[in-house]
């Protein structure tokens, strides 16, 4: 299960370099309060559907879309340090990624309920960051502890 989540946590990080993308091409901010607000209580509402915690679920989206910001930021930074021009076909982010992050979230609620009995365990929360350190070894240390700090001792 900490593997799964792991992987998920992964692919919607992988979702947040397609979103650099079109941010880069259209200017829009990274940070976009009022759509993070509404992904937070989609998440949520979706997580007690599963019985969740919704103070476990609310950090956990939130961590998640922090991380998201900081793939975006690094590579607008590493973008404007090369000069790089527009992308030729980036993703639209309504048409194309959002369903995406839909369908993720879905997933991810589905992990967190496969492991609901488990969230508070100290070993639980062990094995999903040594797993988040595996799936996310190609990213920033301040991307991982972003997207991992849910699980951290003490959280």
């Known amino acids: 299960a900490a593997a799964i989540l ?3 946590i992964a692919a919607r990080l992988g979702l947040a370099e397609r979103v650099a993308e079109a941010k880069w091409n259209s200017g829009q901010p990274i940070a976009d309060p009022p759509r993070e607000a ?3 209580v989609a998440f949520v509402t979706r997580a007690a559907g ?3 915690p919704p103070g476990f679920a609310r950090a956990f989206i939130q961590a998640q879309i922090a991380a998201s910001r900081l793939v975006q ?3 607008h930074a590493a ?3 090369a000069g790089r021009g527009p992308f030729a076909a980036p993703p639209d982010l309504q048409r194309d990624l959002r369903p995406r992050f839909d369908a993720l979230s879905q997933a991810l609620v589905e992990a967190l309920a496969a492991a609901a009995g488990t969230l508070e365990q100290p070993a639980w929360r ?3 960051t ?3 350190a595996a799936a996310l ?3 920033s240390a301040a991307v991982r502890q972003a997207a991992l700090a849910p699980f951290a001792p003490g959280s």
């Open 73 to 75: 930021s690094e590579l």
């Open 79 to 81: 973008w404007r340090a």
């Open 6 to 8: 792991a992987g998920l």
């Open 126 to 128: 062990a094995a999903v």
């Open 130 to 132: 040594t797993a988040g």
């Open 137 to 139: 070894a190609g990213r």
């Open 38 to 40: 509404k992904v937070v």
């Open 50 to 52: 599963h019985d969740l």
